[in-house]
């Protein structure tokens, strides 16, 4: 999610935090995790992620409202219509210039409060057989938000399924919008010995991060030339499967996935961060209470995607190539005050590479034959 502008305050340990959760009510999460850890021995990063973000009883995105100025964390298609408009046209673009299939799947990984889904059913309402032809497909793990994202798209026809799998066959136009820094990753700090693994164990009876025993070096081989001792990579093995799928898909099919988020080309360093009411916060402080996220490895996804061609943009490059400005100035022109301040700073705010512009990235995945989608 987006880290707040500013860096995180620095902790005072002499101050003991008296509203934090965990010493108001028992953490239930972190009770649980703890007697997984006693059972069977320290969790990788991934195993405590994955049950931080979705625990079925409590987990961050199953129980929270994480979105927005009174949640943890805000995202593009909450920050302007216009980031969902250009998507969707782009989509429809490509479905015309791949010959306008007369069957698709329409799909979105991670919907969120689907206002994304939202306002690209709404830009291309007008484009002739596009709605007629498409097949919409919600993917979402949160029943809570699958409710939320239910009611953000009326009674348009559309089915959610957990996992891209379940998806009919077919020709694949796919967005993906800050889902995959939410999947969950391993660290491997290099040092002399071999690699060692964060893990979470437990210290004094409460969570605790540690260092696992060395790995043989041989176990990140391809990470040997452009790491020395006391560099850390991130792997997430989730993230390159669903991009593997997704090429596979798209290779074989046609299509075209826009996969959205913030991160760079090949992981290194620590990207780990837990995000509450838009300030940084301690990952252990309230296991299920605040979003866990990590940079995005497009190196890795890219790779993964193959036969699929890769095109890759920043996401102030992308959205201007759109004609982000343009449908910027025509909103304008309906707006005074306020309104226009708010949709003249969330312009800003989606492109400028001071904010979103240069640290988001997009990811465009097609087929090696099809022409490069409109924005690269
Ligand atoms: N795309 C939205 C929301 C991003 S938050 C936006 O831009 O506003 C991440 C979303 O991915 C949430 O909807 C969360 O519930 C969903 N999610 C996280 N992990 C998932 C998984 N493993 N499978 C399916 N959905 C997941």
Redesign the pocket.
Known sequence: ?IAPASDPPAPNPAVPNLLAPNLLAPNLLAQHLARRIAASGPLTLAEFMAEA??HPDHGY?TTRE??GTQGDFT????ISQMFGELLGLCLAQAWVDQGCPPAFVLA??????G??MADLLRATRRVPGFHAAAQLYL????PR?RARQRAALGNHPADWA??LRDLPDGPLFLV????F???PIRQFLRDPAGWRERLLGLQDGRLAFGWGAPLPLAALQDRLADTIPGDMVETCA?AQGIAGQIGARIAARGGLALLIDYGGWRSLGDTFQALSAHRFTDPLAAPGQADLTAHVDFEALARAADPARCHMATQGAFLLALGVAQRSAALARRLTGVALDRHLAASYRLTAPTEMGSLFKVLALTRATDPAPPGF
């Open positions: 999610m973000l979705l995105y994480p979105f995202t593009a298609p909450e979105e990984l991670g919907p969120g409060r206002t994304l993917v979402e793990a949160s938000l957990a996992d993906a919008n800050e889902f820094d939410a999947l989730p």
